[in-house]
């Protein structure tokens, strides 16, 4: 590799060896991901080893179109048969038309900061024995582990944060799946060590089809205090970790933003701005069960293998909707018996659905009267549910609402406990336990590119009324 140094006066000398990581503060950052349980499988292993879970919010159990691939709502992170990791070995200093030829070693990991047009920063990686790494982001190119894209109903333009498409990031080329989304193509990666206790931390920004990260000239990025460099991705990856123990004392954190050398930063003032937030030194990069990491256009949960034995399996909720349904509710108007559908039958309503007046909570079976609004919809038991049902008013105690059938939550990670369906978030109408509808009522998810809002885990839902969920009032049978 043919390196040349930099002519400024005030520039650190043309190569320095790196003996620390990025990340100070940190032991060697770890990084992989597997997607299929025998991948992490060695001779002689009982089981693989589990690095936890990425939930993506917004998805009840599978994306829209199916879990197909490196495309799906959730993926484990297993021990791989062979580390991948990588850790920062030399820095250079070199003259930006160079750069290309500074990097033509496709073995070779690096990130490339362009200062100016005559002086860039290489930091070359070397290969890491005590890690491994897994990458996401909207490309669906080989390296990348988890292919993330856009939530429905996360918006994509501005607001009062201002926001730049992922393609003018500069972060590598080829991949990308749209040229209106938010998410970079190579949004993050995250580092796992392979000896316990298995710490994740997570860092922005993936390395490209080349094995490179490239930081252009309007990223924003910095020389560090001890002559090191860091940086920023244009939309920024943020992260919140829980105040406390997420399930058994949910309560929510504050959102940061994590640099390319994971380092924890306060949010810039818009989103896509230049100049950093200030760094916070006392908390780190580590993901802890209930970490939340914002790709701005998609939000994703990280459990742990412990936390996950605390929440519910598949099993256990269709055991849950058969105790609901053998309960045998009825409607208090039609006196008709009313039940859950399978689990595995999403957005066609059955006409034994219940359905909810979510201001007051009266669970009642589908009728067609008692409209305030939008006196049009005229939708029968078994058609696909009306995308607005206006307000309704409740027969039995006269409160005015929306009025919408109830789903049980399908994906079980998003849970905080394994109790009882007796709660729905509002107005959506997903079903699931009364600490589950706490928790995440309190939590503010980054909505878009310019807001926090409380939403609905199952279906991102914006929440509303006074605590953005309701309890359950079902009518017993009569006889």
């Known amino acids: 590799m043919v390196l040349e140094g930099s002519s400024e006066a005030l520039c650190p000398p043309p190569s320095l060896e790196l003996r620390p990581s990025c990340n100070k503060s940190q032991p060697s950052p770890p990084l992989g991901s597997c997607s299929t349980p025998h991948d992490g499988l060695f001779p002689g292993d009982k089981e693989p080893v589990k690095y936890g879970e990425l939930i993506v919010l917004g998805h009840n159990g ?12 959730r993926l484990a992170l297993y021990k791989r048969p062979k580390a991948n990791g990588v850790k920062p070995d030399v820095i250079h200093n070199v003259s930006t038309p160079l750069v290309s030829k500074a990097l033509s070693n496709k073995s070779q990991h690096s990130i490339s900061y362009t200062l100016s047009r005559s ?78 206790p298995y ?24 020389r560090t205090s001890d002559g090191l460099m860091d940086g920023l991705t244009t939309n920024g990856v943020l992260v919140m970790h829980p105040a406390g123990d997420f399930v058994s004392e949910p309560a929510p954190g504050v959102w940061r933003e994590i640099s390319v050398c994971g ?44 936390g ?42 059955d006409k034994k659905q219940p359905w909810v007046y979510v201001n007051c909570g009266h669970v009642h079976g589908y009728h067609n009267w008692g409209y305030r609004k939008d006196k049009g919809h005229n939708v029968g038991p078994g058609g696909t549910a009306p995308a607005s049902t206006g307000e309704r008013e409740c027969p ?13 939550g399908c994906e079980g990670g998003l849970y905080l406990d394994a109790g009882p369906p007796t709660h729905a978030f509002c107005p959506c109408g997903h079903v699931c336990s009364e600490k589950t509808v706490a928790g995440w009522s309190q939590i503010p998810l980054p909505h878009g590119t310019h807001a926090f809002h409380a939403a609905c885990p199952f279906c991102g839902t914006w929440l509303t009324g006074e605590q953005g969920h309701i309890k359950l009032i079902f009518q017993g049978p009569v006889d």
């Open 119 to 196: 002086h860039s920063v290489i930091v070359e990686y070397t290969h890491d024995t005590n890690t491994d790494m897994f990458q996401i982001g909207r490309s669906t190119e080989s390296m990348i582990d988890f292919v993330v894209t856009d939530t429905a109903g996360s918006s994509t333009s501005g607001g009062g944060w201002q926001v730049q498409g992922a393609a003018g990031e500069g972060v590598g080329g080829g991949g990308g799946q749209s040229a209106q989304s938010t998410i970079s193509r190579y949004a993050c990666r995250i580092m796992c060590e392979r000896n316990a």
């Open 62 to 73: 599978s994306l829209a179109n199916g879990d197909k691939g490196r495309r799906r709502s």
């Open 199 to 222: 710490t994740a931390r997570i860092y922005a920004a993936g390395f490209d089809s080349s094995k490179n990260i490239f930081l252009g000239e309007r990223a924003a990025k910095w």
């Open 308 to 349: 996950l034995r605390r929440t519910p399996t598949l099993k256990q909720l269709e055991s849950l909707r058969q105790e609901l349904n053998a309960a045998r509710p009825q409607c208090p108007v039609g006196f008709n018996t009313l039940a859950f559908p399978s689990l595995a039958q999403r957005e066609i309503v």
């Open 396 to 408: 039995m105690c006269r409160r005015v609402g929306p009025y919408v059938p109830l789903w049980l």
């Open 263 to 306: 380092n924890v930063f306060a949010l810039r003032e818009t989103r896509s701005a230049q100049q950093r937030g200030k760094l916070v030194e006392n908390e780190s990069n580590t993901l802890q069960d209930g970490s939340l990491i914002d790709l701005c256009g998609a939000t994703l949960l990280w459990r742990t293998p412990t």
